[in-house]
């Protein structure tokens, strides 16, 4: 099993930036590929952004409404993963969802990741 705990959302204005943070704990090396998905009110789960390990060096993705806006990045020796969002705007307002797997076949699909964080809310006014 691996646990993790999102943190650093908040109410921000646009055009401001927040980083998020996942901590991940227990079976770790079960967490190979990590990412973050969002979720607003009313709506589907959203692919955000994703980092896959691999021998040569993680490789980052991201979903094209925050594709140069976002920075992912990961500390192996912490456990630890980051989301960097700058040039927010309103409809970055949701929960976002810190999430692992080992080997997801579709890392853009929410369904393809078995480990979930609690969520962090991030707001932001125009």
């Known amino acids: 099993q691996v646990q993790l705990v999102e943190s650093g959302g908040g109410l921000v204005q646009a055009g401001d930036s927040l980083r998020l943070s996942c901590a991940a704990s227990?079976?770790?090396?079960?967490?190979?590929?990590m990412g973050w998905f969002r979720q607003a009110p009313g709506t589907s789960r959203e692919f955000v952004a994703t980092?896959?390990?691999?021998?040569?060096?993680?490789?980052?993705y991201y979903g094209d409404s925050v594709k140069g806006r976002f920075t992912i990045s990961r500390d192996n020796s912490k456990n630890a993963m980051y989301l960097q969002m700058n040039s927010l705007k309103p409809e970055d307002t949701a929960v976002y969802y810190c999430?692992?797997?080992?080997?997801?076949?579709?890392?853009?699909?929410?369904?393809?990741?078995?480990?979930w964080g609690q969520g962090t809310q991030v707001t932001v006014s125009s």
């Open positions: 999430a692992a797997d080992a080997a997801p076949r579709n890392f853009r699909d929410s369904n393809d990741y078995d480990y």
């Open positions: 227990g079976r770790t090396s079960s967490a190979l590929a």
């Open positions: 980092i896959k390990w691999g021998w040569s060096g993680d490789t980052p």
